[in-house]
């Protein structure tokens, strides 16, 4: 695959998915959607590890930097997910929060899905399934210890989501034959998901007797502007209610972040600076904008809330 050599970057856009509702006509590679955060890892000499927002996290994940660094290349950025396994080997999204929280991150696994630069060359205008053949033949050049490549599910994408549904995974990520890597939201990158999760901005709480009765959470709408989405309940017990409510005490502000506040008559209402991310799981949105039959899930420390909004399949179907 001759290239022209350019610029090692620093930093690169993550090439992000859009949500469909169902599988698209064309001609599609499927993956299993990962059940944990996003990582690109940079190797140029040394190894660094960066979030889907460019926070440097290779202090967290010294293990993983190791077992990296054992590629015999330079010049390389690899994009994938970072999870924990549990006891069937699927990803277990609260155990990962664990690991980071504790700093015990030894037993993470890095799913390598893509690699946009490859020896200092760019291959973001390579077709993905080249980029994901020479990348295939990258980690097998030295067996790694916590490093896999994310395989092709071999499967029409209707039974593969079935599949992965009943065995409690989170969906399949679906890419487009002879796509380049744009680094941005677009068609090409797809996930189709079992259930509907997805983050979103703590506003404030409601009062109980232990602390917190219910989160108040939040969106950006169309035009940017926050706007109320509803409460949580289910989910808010022991160490998550602690360690919110250690998060939550610092950000607490005098008035609503909101122009429109929500009427809450005969609730005691805490609000908050918007500036955390919680991963919920519900029902529906309702017309109004609301979650119906929320459950929260866990905090997450890897995406900032200005970057937080309905994920929408309106407009790729």
């Given at each position: 695959?001759?290239?022209?050599?350019?610029?090692?970057?620093?930093?690169?856009?993550?090439?992000?998915?859009?949500?469909?509702?169902?599988?698209?006509?064309?001609?599609?590679?499927?993956?299993?959607?990962?059940?944990?955060?996003?990582?690109?890892?940079?190797?140029?000499?040394?190894?660094?590890?960066?979030?889907?927002?460019?926070?440097?996290?290779?202090?967290?994940?010294?293990?993983?930097?190791?077992?990296?660094?054992?590629?015999?290349?330079?010049?390389?950025?690899?994009?994938?997910?970072?999870?924990?396994?549990?006891?069937?080997?699927?990803?277990?999204?609260?155990?990962?929060?664990?690991?980071?929280?504790?700093?015990?991150?030894?037993?993470?696994?890095?799913?390598?899905?893509?690699?946009?630069?490859?020896?200092?060359?760019?291959?973001?205008?390579?077709?993905?399934?080249?980029?994901?053949?020479?990348?295939?033949?990258?980690?097998?050049?030295?067996?790694?210890?916590?490093?896999?490549?994310?395989?092709?599910?071999?499967?029409?994408?209707?039974?593969?989501?079935?599949?992965?549904?009943?065995?409690?995974?989170?969906?399949?990520?679906?890419?487009?034959?002879?796509?380049?890597?744009?680094?941005?939201?677009?068609?090409?990158?797809?996930?189709?998901?079992?259930?509907?999760?997805?983050?979103?901005?703590?506003?404030?709480?409601?009062?109980a007797t232990t602390g917190i009765k219910s989160l108040l959470i939040?969106?950006?709408?169309?035009?940017?502007?926050?706007?109320?989405?509803g409460r949580v309940r289910s989910g808010l017990s022991g160490r998550?209610?602690?360690?919110?409510?250690?998060?939550?005490?610092?950000?607490?502000?005098?008035?609503?972040?909101?122009?429109?506040?929500?009427?809450?008559?005969?609730?005691?209402?805490?609000?908050?600076?918007?500036?955390?991310?919680?991963?919920?799981?519900?029902?529906?949105?309702?017309?109004?904008?609301?979650?119906?039959?929320?459950?929260?899930?866990?905090?997450?420390?890897?995406?900032?809330?200005?970057?937080?909004?309905?994920?929408?399949?309106?407009?790729?179907?």
């Amino acid at each position: 695959m001759a290239s022209k050599k350019t610029a090692f970057p620093q930093r690169i856009q993550p090439q992000l998915v859009s949500l469909v509702g169902r599988p698209p006509a064309g001609e599609w590679l499927f993956e299993h959607k990962f059940d944990g955060y996003r990582l690109l890892a940079r190797l140029d000499g040394q190894v660094s590890l960066f979030t889907r927002n460019g926070f440097d996290w290779t202090h967290r994940m010294p293990r993983l930097a190791q077992d990296l660094a054992r590629l015999p290349v330079r010049g390389v950025w690899l994009d994938g997910e970072v999870v924990v396994l549990d006891d069937d080997g699927k990803p277990a999204f609260q155990p990962l929060q664990a690991a980071f929280s504790t700093g015990k991150t030894e037993h993470l696994v890095f799913y390598v899905f893509d690699m946009p630069f490859y020896d200092g060359t760019d291959l973001r205008e390579k077709p993905v399934e080249q980029r994901r053949e020479l990348l295939s033949v990258l980690l097998d050049q030295c067996e790694l210890a916590c490093v896999r490549f994310s395989e092709t599910l071999d499967a029409d994408p209707i039974s593969l989501l079935d599949s992965a549904c009943r065995l409690g995974l989170e969906g399949l990520i679906g890419k487009r034959r002879g796509s380049r890597y744009s680094g941005e939201r677009g068609p090409d990158w797809i996930k189709l998901k079992c259930n509907n999760r997805q983050e979103f901005i703590v506003l404030g709480y409601t009062r109980a007797t232990t602390g917190i009765k219910s989160l108040l959470i939040g969106l950006h709408d169309d035009d940017g502007q926050l706007v109320y989405a509803g409460r949580v309940r289910s989910g808010l017990s022991g160490r998550h209610l602690d360690q919110l409510r250690a998060r939550l005490s610092p950000l607490t502000l005098k008035h609503s972040p909101l122009a429109t506040p929500p009427a809450l008559r005969g609730e005691s209402v805490v609000w908050v600076d918007p500036q955390l991310v919680v991963e919920v799981k519900f029902l529906e949105i309702t017309p109004s904008g609301k979650v119906r039959h929320a459950v929260y899930v866990a905090m997450r420390e890897d995406k900032p809330a200005s970057g937080i909004s309905l994920e929408s399949d309106s407009d790729l179907l």
